[in-house]
């Protein structure tokens, strides 16, 4: 890594949002995904970063995902809200729901919001850091096109579905903050481990033919393995069951795939909870437990190799901090695909972005 | 197994609620104890089954847990309730919780139940039936005494807890259930072991320096450890915050382990949800999507070793329904305490019972 050249945020999210901008994405919208983006970078998700711009601006452009859409909101209870995502953008869909489910917790103690005739949401912490943002635990789940089987299959059924959990942890603390694959490993690092040509190890996906493989490209074209063989399973299948099932969208295979398949919008399904931490106490009673938590699990007796305890999301916060100083590393190939779309669509390129393509690609 | 005698579940559960009602547990409230203990067994889960009888009786008599409980309900707002268990049986408190998340999703759609002052709850899918019994999708977590290291720790922080969730599946076919301990087996499967004198599987367990152990009782002396790793501890730790940190019960080290703390109630913590499945389409459509989900997954290709695919709980069902129609098997162990427990406080013993415990003992 040390050889990637590095960006400041700001100006890789300037220049993400105005590419989105040229596909008639209003500035808002296309700012809000560029924060999304750019933040899985900041976070170190760079399966989920600014590496993904290409795809998303090519179904916009093929008119797949929906630039404008007019998203609508079904009510039938005080808690309980469906959003029609009218093939939005996913980050636009995700956040508009837990904005939702946020109003819904602020005013019920608890929000659930199903959304569907939605896209690929990235990386599911931003939803999960605007619920912790305004006080509150949150859930975030999703389906996604058939990548993973389910257990005892070897065909792709089930998506590598993120589970999503967030808890505030009061001041000066970071939210405690689980958003993992339930594959071994997210598919996006067996993505990006191809356009690498980088090897996977054993373990992580079967080829197509349902053997154990090593050749990223093969992986990919096969299906990761759950984690936890039918625990990881398991914890899919209920992600399709609330998000695919219970929300209109598709499920049970019929998500589409956005790398393969450009006939047919997605229809991805996502779940969004809001959850008020102070529902029973005071809130600073709340983070005084959560503060107790977090002391008493770091003073635990350390396992081998370990320097100290680290709680869920915390080394994501770290690399954030520090990548919020240094910059975001973007590797050759992803430079050039910005490069080569800002030029496709005449969006004027920051000179450091030209430089290191110009010293060849991989 | 095909040695060990079996005994019709109803005599059992009938004998079992009779050893309750003498530690002066109302007879309704025994009888949904021994319900919830024989349905482990009928489900093949004997870990949390009637062999646990003895723990749950000896705390009873020392005063550790509340025969005749007050159980209070603080319900801030419509969807959103605590349960002050008032140290009853946990089973007592998961049952009556987890009714009151159900009247709230009868009513609005969701409700929200977090419960303290409980104790061990036994099996969680007997809340999930609850509410699957009802039509309704559930979640239900709890926290535990500490027995597994957070990730980076070798000395027990987290309770091995399990993650449960259900969806009603339409008639004809068994909910999806997803009943599963955060470590990679329940600590029960340990205990049962070490009671067995049979050896465990590396990987299952650190003993209490911190090394990998195929002693059962080593390994329950030590910690067992979570599945995949950081993902398993991480969920553990969510039920941490939400059972455990929320509820205003023991958390974080605190709560207390029944078999060696005879000081204390445990203040265990809960938390359950229940969801209508059909808040957002007409409940023929919703397990019409479910059974193609079910189809769809039962189709897939196979990986080798698997005759078919089982959804979550289907296993479970199957057991279920043949010991429903031979018997629950209960090992010379299990019915010696038994027995012994009905000798001390003079309730009456199946005849059967004493015949297989004279033939000697493990």
């Known amino acids: 890594m040390t050889s990637t050249p590095v960006f400041p945020a700001a100006q890789v999210q300037d220049f993400v949002a105005r590419l989105f901008e040229q596909q008639k994405v209003p500035p808002a919208d296309a700012g809000r995904v560029a924060e999304c983006l750019v933040q899985a970078d900041l976070r170190g998700v760079s399966s989920h970063g600014v590496g993904r711009v290409p795809i998303y601006i090519d179904r916009l452009r093929r008119g797949l ?11 039938p209870a005080t808690v309980t809200a469906r959003v029609d995502g009218d093939n939005a953008l996913g980050f636009l869909v995700g956040t508009r729901s837990m904005q939702i489910a946020i109003d819904m917790a602020r005013e019920h103690g608890m929000g659930f919001v199903l959304a569907y005739h939605s896209n690929h949401f990235g990386m599911a912490a931003s939803y999960l850091k605007q619920a912790t943002e305004a006080g509150l635990a949150a859930f975030v789940f999703t389906n996604a096109s058939p990548a993973m ?24 603390r970071p939210a405690v903050m689980l958003d993992m694959a339930m594959s071994v490993v997210a598919r ?8 690498r040509s980088e090897p996977i190890p054993l373990g992580w996906a079967l080829d197509k033919d349902g053997r ?18 039918v625990k990881g399973s398991g914890l899919s299948l209920m992600m399709e069951i609330l998000a695919g099932v219970m929300s209109g969208a598709n499920f049970g295979g019929d998500v589409r795939n956005q790398y393969l398949d450009f006939e047919h919008p997605q229809n991805v399904g996502h779940c969004f909870m809001a959850i008020r931490p102070d529902l029973f106490m005071p809130m600073q009673s709340y983070e005084h437990r959560m503060g107790e938590l977090s002391s008493r699990a770091k003073a635990t007796q350390r396992a081998e190799g370990f320097d100290e305890i680290l709680l869920p999301g915390e080394p994501e916060e770290r690399v ?17 695909q910005l490069v080569a779309e800002a030029d496709r669509c005449g969006v ?15």
Request: aromatic content about 8%; cysteine-free; overall charge negative.
């Open 188 to 195: 996006g690092k067996v993505r990006r481990a191809m356009q």
């Open 320 to 336: 954030e901090a520090q990548r919020g100083q240094d910059g975001i590393p973007l590797d050759a190939q992803e430079l050039q």
């Open 348 to 362: 004027e390129v920051p000179l450091a972005f030209r430089a290191p393509v110009s010293d060849g690609s991989t």
């Open 212 to 229: 154990e493989t090593t050749d990223a490209k093969a992986g990919y074209e096969g299906v990761v393995l759950p984690f936890g063989g």
């Open 65 to 75: 995902v929906n630039a404008l859409p007019t998203m609508t909101v079904e009510r």
């Open 149 to 172: 089987p389910i257990w005892g299959g070897r065909a792709p059924f089930l998506g590598t579905s993120p589970f999503a959990f967030a808890a505030p942890a009061g001041s000066g």
